[in-house]
């Protein structure tokens, strides 16, 4: 029997940053609407509001009303235990990157317990390195290769339709958290106090600022694709606050 997905719906955000055209924030509206969701975020948008906007968001426009609006990427992502974003540009640099059809599992596993931010980038370039490095982890859409990029709110409606989807079935990976999982805010404090830990241990030569940085940033790419949980960040901190004390006693 499907599941109530109310709650977990409530918890996700699609956050369309610096849109260019009205017309793609209102079908974004409709496409939300059609899944059951409702939770439509912009990032400093170039139209709206605007008549494009409502023309495309027939039937949708409490949806289209109700979406909240940012001046800075910062706030919009502030409070939001998970932050995913979708790509079309793969590297290893970019972290770890889902097809949408297995990232969705994880978003919902996450949603059951947090706030989740689902990002969508600019019309011509996506989103900017800078934003992805905010990212957990990344989804891309598969499609053919003569047209492998999707428009900014078909982008949105196949995001929306899969998740929808997965609350149609019971069981499988996306059941299930194992406990509360840990947020943003939390795994940053946590790799705040790793980063006195290397210091501590010598682990990065002195002076090598750029090595530090990398390591940082592949294990946040590692924790942030196991989805850690808050009770196993503990676990973790527990394990930096010996390792701590042991080096101060030398």
Known sequence: MPESATDWKNNISFLLVCPKE??????????LKNFGFARLELVKPEKFPSEEAIW???GALDTLEKAMVHARFSDAIAGKGLVVG???????????VYTLREGVIR????????????LFGREDRGLSNRETEECSFLIN??????MPSFNLSQ??????YELFMTGRVTGG???GPAGKPASRDELTFFFDRLEGTLDLLEYVPRGNKDMEITIIKNLRHILGR?????????????????IDDLLRRK
Do not use: C, D
């Not at 979708?86 to 770890?96: E, S």
């Not at 978003?107 to 989740?116: E, H, L, P, S, T």
């Not at 982008?155 to 929306?160: P, Q």
């Open 86 to 96: 979708t790509t079309r540009r793969m590297g290893k640099q970019r972290g770890p």
């Open 226 to 242: 196991a989805q850690v949980a808050q009770w196993e960040l503990k676990m973790l901190h527990g394990l930096l606050s010996r």
């Open 173 to 175: 990976p996306g059941a």
């Open 141 to 146: 859409i598969p499609a053919g290769g003569q």
């Open 56 to 58: 495309f968001a027939h």
């Open 155 to 160: 982008a949105v409606l196949l995001t929306a």
């Open 22 to 31: 009205g017309g793609n924030i209102g079908a974004s509206a409709r496409a």
């Open 107 to 118: 978003i919902k596993r996450y949603a059951r317990g947090g706030q989740v931010s689902i």
